[in-house]
């Protein structure tokens, strides 16, 4: 099974920083890399797939970057909607893991 | 409007099986790869189980494999999941998703979810 490791765990920051999330895959999955935001009690809601590509309706100041083992998700400036558990996904291969997620709180 | 609504639940004992559900509308189902997710109590997302759009291809976690059985009706726009054996570990909420074939390799719809506790 292909391990999907998200750094950091969790993240304080505040409204209008620049905030960056990592994901490494244990091996390489191409661009197979999709991101999702969840807040409490609900469910999640895709932001980024295919590693790089915008979700329709996502707003703009979300982007995703990399390929192969090693993916980056971008918030370029925080807003108070933004403080929610984000987590990866590869589906280059079943089983789809998910990372372990990163809990983004305001500072 | 694009919904899913899962319902089915529940409390049940060890060893006890449970039926989920999830009803789709405002798409057109047949076209829809359709998975299962679950969410242990604050952990993070576990994908638990797929099936192809025509029902032919199955695939499941091995956490699942042998105890849990996906199908569906596209007649009737609905995914099931059949639990069966079930384990104090397989507490979660319970998420039916959505993925587009052909090109999205995504979830991009997603259902509210169904909470199911297993305990004595």
């Known amino acids: 099974d292909i391990q999907m490791t998200q750094s950091p765990s969790s993240l304080s920051a505040s409204v209008g920083d620049r905030v960056t999330i990592t994901c490494r895959a244990s091996q390489s999955i191409s661009s197979y890399l999709n991101w999702y935001q969840q807040k409490p009690g609900k469910a999640p809601k895709l932001l980024i797939y295919?590693?790089?590509s915008l979700q329709s309706g996502v707003p703009s100041r979300f982007s995703g970057s990399g390929s192969e083992t090693d993916f980056t998700l971008t918030i370029s400036s925080l807003q108070p909607e933004d403080f929610a558990t984000y987590s990866c996904?590869?589906?280059?291969?079943?089983?789809?893991?998910f990372g372990q997620g990163t809990k983004l709180e305001i500072k | 409007q694009v919904q899913l609504v899962e319902s089915g639940g529940g409390v049940v004992q060890p060893g006890r099986s449970l039926r989920l559900s999830c009803a789709a509308s405002?798409?057109?189902?047949?076209?829809?790869?359709m998975h299962w997710v679950r969410q242990a109590p604050g952990k993070g997302l576990e994908w638990v189980a797929l099936?192809?759009?025509?029902?032919?291809?199955?695939y499941y976690a091995d956490s699942v494999k042998g105890r849990f059985t996906i199908s569906r009706d596209n007649s009737e726009n609905t995914v099931y999941l059949q639990m069966n054996s079930l384990r104090a570990e397989d507490t979660a909420v319970y998420f039916c998703?959505?993925?587009?074939?052909?090109?999205?390799?995504?979830?991009?719809?997603w259902g509210q979810g169904t909470m199911v506790t297993v305990s004595s």
């Open positions: 996904q590869q589906t280059y291969s079943t089983p789809y893991t």
């Open positions: 099936i192809s759009h025509d029902g032919n291809n199955k």
């Open positions: 295919a590693a790089s």
């Open positions: 998703a959505r993925e587009p074939t052909g090109g999205l390799d995504a979830f991009d719809i």
């Open positions: 405002g798409f057109t189902f047949s076209r829809y790869t």
